[in-house]
Each structure stands twice: as structure tokens, then as C-alpha cells.
């Protein structure tokens, strides 16, 4: 039996962001860390204040781990991850082919029966969508209903969360502040902190 996916109607009570626009380089949003986590507890509330009861959180990974395992600490509930991956190319902005993990890594003996599905934004909606799909198929037994969370809706979506933070109508590209990561080495690093401690 198919599992019940919640798909909510075109939200219209969520502040949209405002988002500068560069008309060589098209849109960009950029996201401090003091904005990134204020967010999440801005979704974790929008979720709480739904009513709406779940006993399992599966996040996307990367973008959703940290999102993921912020609300398994705030709701207590356990957390199973599914690594998928559609980015990659020059600065990973180039949408490629979705691969995903063989299974779901998850410390709980069964999935539990209604599932919060998290990921930090929902772009062209693929990811989201095949998600589902993928879970149907190879979890659809233990499921009874899935919604799905995440902090950045943009308006080019082909699927609307159940709950998000920002309505982006502009589509721009986001930076997260966790992208500096994937620009730095580990020698160079070790390098900055050595020439802090001769300082």
C-alpha cells in the first residue's frame, strides 16, 4: 500500500525573503551561521506549533545533517540519514544525476511510522520528490505518513514542503556558511593554527 505523502496547498503565510539581485551573476543569498541555526529553531517551532505528532526524522545528506540533527535533539526522536547526492562541477553548482546511499543508516531496529523528511532546501524539487519515491520503495511497509521540512523553499520548486522558514520567490543561489569548508584543506588549516600558536 502506497504511503501517504501530505502535500500542503502554495503556502501564503511565510515571510519571503528579500534577496539583492546581481544582474552579471543572477541571485545570490548569503546565510551567516548566527541565521543558519536561528532558522532551524524558526522551523522547529513552525513544526511544534503544526500539532502535527512524528516518531522518526530522516534527513538528506549533506545539506540536512545538520538541520536533521538539531531537530532529533529538540524533539528526541531518532534520526536516520540518507546520503544523496545531485550537486557537484565548479563550486558544486552544477545539478547532476541523483545518486543515492544502498540504505538508510539508523541506529533503531524499524523506521518509525510517520516520518519527518528533512533537508536544508528544497530547489528544483527533485530531490525531494525521488526521496519519497526512494522510501516508498524500500520503506513503504513500516510508513503511514511522511511530511517534509526544510529551511529554504525556493518558488522554483516542482514540490512544496509541508514546512519551511523562507519562501524564496527570486530562486537565488545560496551560501551557506558551511561552504568555506569546501574550499579549505586540512593543511592549510593546521598551517593557520600553528602560526596562531607561535603568535
Known amino acids: 500500500m502506497p504511503i501517504s505523502v501530505s502535500h500542503p496547498s502554495k503556502p501564503v503565510d511565510h515571510q519571503e525573503q528579500s534577496v539583492p539581485t546581481d544582474p552579471a551573476n543572477g541571485s545570490d543569498l548569503y546565510i551567516s551561521w548566527a541565521e543558519y541555526h536561528r532558522s532551524i529553531e524558526r ?13 522518526q526524522i530522516v534527513c538528506l545528506a549533506k545539506g540536512g545533517l545538520r538541520v536533521g540533527d538539531v531537530l532529533s535533539r529538540l524533539y528526541d526522536q531518532p534520526m536516520a540519514i540518507l546520503a544523496v547526492s545531485s550537486y557537484g562541477g565548479s563550486n558544486n553548482q552544477a545539478r547532476g544525476a541523483l545518486t543515492f546511499a544502498k540504505d538508510l543508516t539508523m541506529t533503531t531496529a ?9 533537508d536544508d532546501l528544497v ?5 525531494l520528490q525521488k526521496t519519497l519515491v526512494w522510501l516508498d520503495r524500500h520503506y513503504g511497509f513500516y510508513i503511514d505518513e511522511i511530511r517534509t521540512a526544510v529551511l529554504w ?9 509541508n514546512y519551511y522558514v523562507d519562501y524564496l520567490a527570486h530562486n537565488p543561489w545560496i551560501h ?24
Open 153 to 161: 523553499y525556493k518558488a522554483c520548486s516542482t514540490i512544496a514542503p
Open 110 to 118: 524499524n523506521l518509525g511510522n510517520r516520518v519527518l523528511l528533512v
Open 43 to 55: 522551523l522547529a517551532g513552525m513544526i511544534y506549533q503544526s500539532g502535527w505528532q512524528f516518531n
Open 123 to 127: 530547489d528544483s524539487g527533485a530531490s
Open 176 to 199: 551557506q556558511p558551511f561552504e568555506c569548508y569546501e574550499t579549505t584543506t586540512p593543511a592549510e588549516l593546521a598551517a593557520a593554527e600553528a602560526s596562531t600558536l607561535i603568535s
